[in-house]
């Protein structure tokens, strides 16, 4: 069984910092592409920051500058760093991997169960 586990959300100011944690484990054996999400309340969910395999990144205008995300190969994780958060960042952040459980598997997406992100003004 393969999960997804958020972490590092919380509750900042405008201006201050979060960084999150995502922790791939279980039945893997590879990963391409690992992304962030957030779906704020009414809204429809949105692709916020990517990196594959390789280390290619890139980012939702709205957090160019601000925003960094990163993995670490072997232990399975990306990381998402927030900075000069602003309150229209506060949202449900998702994690998501395109990665396959064995060899012969077909490359799947899976996701995280969200970790909140609040930006109070």
């Known amino acids: 069984q393969v999960q997804l586990v958020e972490s590092g959300g919380g509750l900042v100011q405008t201006g201050g910092s979060l960084r999150l944690s995502c922790a791939a484990s279980?039945?893997?054996?590879?990963?391409?592409?690992m992304t962030w999400y957030r779906q704020a309340p009414g809204k429809e969910r949105e692709l916020v920051a990517g990196?594959?395999?390789?280390?290619?990144?890139h980012y939702v205008d709205s957090v160019k500058g601000r925003f960094a995300i990163s993995r670490d190969n072997a232990k399975n994780t990306v990381y998402l760093q927030m900075n000069s958060l602003k309150p229209e960042d506060t949202a449900v952040y998702y994690c998501?991997?395109?990665?396959?459980?064995?060899?012969?598997?077909?490359?799947?997406?899976?996701w995280g169960q969200g970790t909140q992100v609040t930006v109070s003004s």
């Open positions: 990196v594959s395999s390789g280390g290619t990144t």
């Open positions: 998501n991997a395109n990665l396959r459980r064995f060899a012969s598997d077909y490359w799947g997406q899976y």
């Open positions: 279980g039945s893997i054996f590879g990963i391409n592409t």
